[in-house]
C-alpha cells in the first residue's frame, strides 16, 4: 500500500503562487502515474495534473499554462506549482499514486485563493 503524505497548503491572495508537495511512502518508479486532484466545497473531486511514471505530463484545461506537475525521484515526492492563482483554485488538493489498478489518496491540503 502505497501512503502519501501532501503539504504546501495555505491561503494566498488572487494572482499568488503556492507549491503543493506530496512525499510517497516508496519508489515512485514503482507507481503509473502521481496526480493532483481538487475538490471545491459542495463539488465532486476533479483531476487538476498527471504526470507518468515516464515523465509524460497532462492538464486540465482551467490549469494549463498555470500549473506545473514535477517529479523528484530522489526524493519519492511530487510537486504542483501554482502560479497566477485564482479564486476559482481553491479546495482541498490530493494527491493520487496509481498502481497496479488501484488510486491511493493522501489525505489532502487545504488551498485557499482570496480575491
Known amino acids: 500500500q502505497v501512503q502519501l503524505v501532501e503539504s504546501g497548503g495555505g491561503l494566498v491572495q488572487a494572482g499568488g503562487s503556492l507549491r503543493l508537495s506530496c512525499a510517497a511512502s516508496e519508489s515512485i518508479f514503482s507507481i503509473d502515474s502521481m496526480n493532483w486532484y481538487r475538490q471545491a466545497p459542495g463539488k465532486q473531486r476533479y483531476l487538476v495534473a498527471t504526470i507518468t511514471n515516464a515523465g509524460n505530463t497532462n492538464y486540465a484545461n482551467s490549469v494549463k499554462e498555470r500549473f506545473t506537475i514535477s517529479r523528484d525521484n530522489a526524493k519519492n515526492t511530487v510537486y504542483l506549482q501554482m502560479n497566477s492563482l485564482k479564486p476559482d483554485d481553491t479546495g482541498v488538493y490530493y494527491c493520487?499514486?496509481?498502481?497496479?489498478?488501484?488510486?491511493?489518496w493522501g489525505q489532502g491540503t487545504q488551498v485557499t485563493v482570496s480575491s
Open positions: 493520487t499514486a496509481y498502481k497496479a489498478y488501484t488510486n491511493y
